[in-house]
């Protein structure tokens, strides 16, 4: 197997977003990949090309007259294994669109013949305007990615859609579409879906809490990934690592198991797709101290008293509509009763999910990292082990067992 690092080109776009392209940068070459950055003159109002340089590592070019005897403006698009152009203007957009080819990047567009990526980032009314519009289903249509942006602050004082998505949810998608160039279809079109993700607090007093070591990375790795290929996303968070809201999807942020128990229920009412990922906390004190629970050498130590909280899962499956897929996520452990494959479809069987994914946790495992593995398993008994890999990837395999499995039932 060859030791090269995969080469990634880099395009930025002229817009205000261009200095983010610095945190894509660098966040792909700390991951051991080698970036070639191609801006547009427009770009290095923003930018300086020695900015792109020292973080690549690469000389930086705009036009089609340099270095002519190596071809490169064929030479940079043919030799890549991913191209991303960070940010993608609305102009960019409908040169790409209409194969216009007047600098080096646009050449370069062209000429890819690996996986092409276009992260926007514009204002709303041009993101909204028939023409992008238009611009953005026809690359779809020849097989690039053309994400969704994110909403927030734009430049100046305007909000909403249009806000580049965070650099670090675009390297964890470049490194999806290297992994699995076919990652990103629009096959959630007209999908509603409802996740959840993160762990529940149960406050014991003002100051302490039960809760668990969940960082919500997967959820909101399903999340991002559904939201790019089209779905309809709500992203239910309980207490998460310091995760950005992925581009795409409505974030309802909650604390305690009981609090994401009435989000998830609201949000699954509307949902085609219900995916439990939340590590909800399996019981909550009977009390909470109105006042911070002192430790005094001369009072007896406290004892706690738990209550069950309530199974959501459970709930959701119970509560379905027809049509309506469930699917719950398990953090499990062997033990002296069993394997924990043999405890996870124990676990299938009792909730009566569509899809469980379980995960063997413990030891640097799952929680918190930034690779997962595991097993997915179907109601009927059916079992396929998920190899190591980013949680992206996870993501990218439970929706494509999702979608099979919709499709198979629109056929019976």
Aim: proline residues 5%; negative net charge; charged residues 25%.
């Amino acid at each position: 197997m060859s030791d090269a690092k995969p080469r990634v080109v880099l395009g930025v776009g002229g817009g205000i977003a261009a200095y983010k392209a610095c945190e894509v940068l660098r966040g792909l070459t700390e991951s051991g990949h080698d970036v070639r950055v191609v801006p547009t003159e427009s770009a290095l109002n923003f930018v300086g090309a020695a900015t792109f340089e020292a973080l690549s590592g690469h000389p930086v070019h705009t036009g089609v007259f340099t270095e002519v005897p190596e071809v490169q403006h064929v030479r940079v698009g043919k030799e890549a294994d991913l191209v991303l152009v960070v940010p993608a203007t609305a102009n960019l957009l409908a040169k790409a669109a209409h194969g216009l080819a007047d600098d080096l990047l646009t050449n370069t567009l062209l000429t890819a013949r690996c996986p092409v990526a276009f992260f926007p980032a514009m204002h709303t009314e041009m993101w909204e305007h028939p023409a992008t519009r238009d611009n953005v289903a026809l690359l779809r249509s020849r097989g690039m990615t053309v994400t969704e942006p994110a909403a927030g602050r734009l430049t100046g004082v305007d909000t909403g859609k249009g806000r580049l998505a965070d650099p670090a949810e675009i390297v964890d998608l470049a490194r999806l579409l290297l992994e699995v160039p076919a990652a990103l279809p629009r096959d959630l079109e007209g999908l509603r879906v409802a996740i959840s993700a993160g762990g529940t607090r149960e406050p014991l007093d003002p100051v302490r809490y039960l809760g668990n070591r969940s960082s919500g990375k997967q959820g909101y790795a399903l999340a991002r990934v559904a939201a790019q290929r089209g779905a309809e996303v709500t992203l239910v968070a309980g207490h998460t690592a310091e995760l950005p809201a992925p581009a795409g999807a409505t974030l309802a942020r909650v604390s305690t198991a009981e609090e994401l128990r009435t989000a998830m229920r609201s949000a699954a009412a509307e949902a085609d797709v219900v995916v439990m990922a939340a590590a909800v906390a399996d019981f909550r004190p009977a009390s909470r101290a109105e006042h911070k629970i002192k430790k005094s050498d001369d009072a007896p130590d406290p004892v706690l008293t738990l209550d069950r909280n309530p199974d959501i899962l459970a709930e959701l499956v119970r509560e379905r509509r027809d049509g309506q897929t469930v699917v719950g996520f398990a953090a499990e452990t062997g033990d002296e009763h069993g394997s924990v494959l043999e405890h996870a479809h124990a676990k299938l069987r009792r909730k009566g999910a569509d899809l469980l994914v379980v995960n063997a946790v413990g030891d640097g495992k799952a929680f918190g990292t930034e690779d997962n593995s595991g097993w997915l398993l179907t109601a009927d008994g059916g079992e396929e082990a998920i190899p190591l890999g980013a949680k992206a990837r996870l993501a990218a395999t439970l929706w494509d067992a999702v979608t099979a499995l919709r499709a198979r039932r629109s056929r019976l």
